[in-house]
T-cell receptor
Framework: AQSVAQPEDQVNVAEGNPLTVKCTYS??????LFWYVQYPNRGLQFLLK??????LVKGSYGFEAEFNKSQTSFHLKKPSALVSDSALYFC????????????FGTGTRLQVFP | NAGVTQTPKFRILKIGQSMTLQCTQD?????MYWYRQDPGMGLKLIYY???????DKGEVPNGYNVSRSTTEDFPLRLELAAPSQTSVYFC????????????FGQGTRLTVV
């Protein structure tokens, strides 16, 4: 079955330090992978996606993600965290095919301290 | 640009009552989804639709029904509300399958008492 795992419930990082939010996936075939961010009392906003090609994907607000096929991972990264990056982050995979579904991980809360 | 619009934003239901959560999108997207979000559980797919007249169950469909008579609208129906359906519900849409991202509504916070 297609699935996404986010092993950390919360990640704490000091402002200015690099951040990583982890995601691993399990799909058959080539994966379409996404990162979304959710601010309090808001819907989800798209950050970036991996379809094919370059393993390092750049997205909104200075975020990037690294696709690693051998480790089935798609970790979200940012070189220098901001307090305003504090939010809930979701990794997701689309299963593709006729019965296409968008499956989400459980989410990771990122807390950036000043 | 309205995008995906959900109504109502908040609702309190009594056990056994019914209601419909409305979702409409103005982007001419074929794919639409309903999710529920519970603390620490991420988003669980309730139902989805790949086009008008076509719907299918997701991971947690029990207690819910959907219909898709038009491309724009994808209402979610709760027939007999139960406390376990207390959650935040999100509707989303995407232009097609595979590599395209989904756009989300602002959510409906439902409490069943």
């Amino acid at each position: 079955a297609q699935s996404v795992a986010q092993p950390e419930d919360q990640v704490n990082v000091a402002e200015g330090n690099p951040l990583t939010v982890k995601c691993t996936y399990s799909v058959s075939g080539n994966p379409y992978l996404f990162w979304y961010v959710q601010y309090p009392n808001r819907g989800l906003q798209f950050l970036l996606k991996y379809i094919t090609g370059d393993n390092l994907v750049k997205g909104s607000y200075g975020f990037e993600a690294e696709f690693n096929k051998s480790q089935t991972s798609f970790h979200l990264k940012k070189p220098s965290a901001l307090v305003s990056d504090s939010a809930l982050y979701f990794c997701a995979v689309r299963t593709g095919g006729i019965t296409d579904k968008l499956i989400f991980g459980t989410g990771t809360r990122l807390q950036v301290f000043p | 640009n309205a995008g995906v619009t959900q109504t109502p934003k908040f609702r309190i239901l009594k056990i056994g009552q019914s209601m419909t959560l409305q979702c409409t999108q103005d982007m001419n997207h074929n794919y639409m989804y309903w999710y529920r979000q519970d603390p620490g559980m991420g988003l669980k797919l309730i139902y989805y639709s790949v086009g008008a007249g076509i719907t299918d169950k997701g991971e947690v469909p029990n207690g819910y029904n959907v219909s898709r008579s038009t491309t724009e609208d994808f209402p979610l129906r709760l027939e007999l509300a139960a406390p376990s359906q207390t959650s935040v519900y999100f509707c989303a849409s995407s232009i097609r399958q595979g590599a395209t991202e989904a756009f989300f509504g602002q959510g409906t916070r439902l409490t069943v008492v």
